[in-house]
RNA sequence: CGAGUCGACUAGACAGUCGCUGUCUGCGCAAGCAGAUGGAGGAAAGUCCGGGCUCCAUAGGGUAGGGUGCCAGGUAACGCCUGGGGGGCGUAAGCCCACGACAAGUGCAGCAGAGAGUAGACCGCCACGUUCGCGUGGUAAGGGUGAAAGGGUGCGGUAAGAGCGCACCGCGCUCCUGGCAACAGUGAGUGGCAAGGUAAACUCCACCCGGAGCAAGACCAAAUAGGCUUCCAUUGGCGUGACCCGCGCUGGAAGCGGGUAGGUUGCUAGAGGCUUGCGGUGACGCAGGUCCCAGAUGAAUGACUGUCCACGACAGAACCCGGCUUACUGUCGACUCGCUUU
């Protein structure tokens, strides 16, 4: 298993999408910066979905830098979680966090995402 | 060397690994795979102006409303730019200015002051009266108040004064000269002379402006079906979006019940970039050559590692251009002033 790509069937793509994740969020994941929707699917694989508020990260250019992290991590992790739709929202607070720091705390709630839907 | 002014350029570089996305080529029924190649900015920002484009009528007349405001030019257009005039700031390089009209009308102005607008006697000065306390009148030269007090200096004049008269300066008007014009002048004549300020106060004058925006709009699939009830009625209703006219279309409105909100396009070849020549003081224009340079849509241009250096600021396209404003890194050039040295 050396495919580390992130093709569109990897991310949650509409509204409907989004909305199936918020309704049935059995498994939440959160530190200081941010907070983890995610639930089971029928797909064989994980797939994404961001929302990172205007409110909160008032920037264009942190927006985009967070999404750009938050997407790469996920994409190297991807085989260490099942087949879950999750929703990484960001809370306020985390455009002041280096690159390096959202690396580590992202990977972090992965596992434990991971772990909760062993269960 | 220091302080400053103006202009131009720049926005870490290179290599490797793993990813995203547009296009092209090949393979494949298709999903997709492989290769090649392109992939944020000078402000992409604020959304403050102007235009293109699209629909509303091919946007036409009037009112309302809004904008602009020295002159000439540039431009698709502008509130932008260039050149010029006038005023102000700075030793200077240079910079700043909504810079039409308050002798059309209306309004506004704290404190001080006698008086703040067809001026005005508090002190003073002068004349007359006087019970010697002062009263009545004249007077804007002097004092005082104030941001601002009705042209300035001198001479004449007078009871004391005053453009009351005169000279010079200043100002208004007419003409002349220069300039396309704004405007300028040791120009000529004329008027005693102007009784304030404020128009980003109402207003007046001149010129300009139709509205809404890519969630505009177009197409495909689906659907608005069919049906029932009630009301109004062709002088009505809708398009219509400040209002009236005008124009176009047509029976219209409400309720009951059933049902859908996915995709394609618009979407990037343009008032385009670079370059050469010519015209112009310049903004810019004309002609030739050459290049194709983001097009996402839960939203791409990134992450990590290594090396180097001046150790990297502000900041991310969403239909597209031209400006303005604001944020900010570094470099270079020209010029000004000061100091030191020669």
């Known amino acids: ?10 991310r949650l793509l509409n509204s ?3 909305k199936q994740v918020f309704d049935n969020a059995k498994i939440k994941v959160s530190n200081a910066e941010m907070l983890i929707l995610a639930c089971r699917s029928q797909h064989a694989s994980p797939r994404l979905g ?9 920037l264009a250019v942190h927006r985009n830098r967070i999404k750009r992290i ?9 085989h260490n979680l099942t087949n879950v739709d ?31 839907a062993q269960r």
């Not at 298993?1 to 990897?10: A, I, Q, V």
């Not at 961001?50 to 008032?58: E, F, P, S, Y």
């Not at 705390?105 to 991971?114: E, G, M, S, T």
């Open 1 to 10: 298993m050396s495919n580390f790509s992130f093709p569109k069937t990897l």
């Open 50 to 58: 961001l929302i990172i508020a205007k409110k909160n990260v008032r």
């Open 16 to 18: 409907h999408d989004f």
């Open 70 to 78: 938050i997407r790469e991590s996920f994409r190297r992790q991807q």
């Open 86 to 116: 999750i929703i990484v929202l960001a809370k306020r607070g985390i455009d002041r966090l280096e690159n390096q720091e959202v690396h580590e705390r992202i990977d972090k709630l992965w596992r434990k995402v991971a772990q909760k």
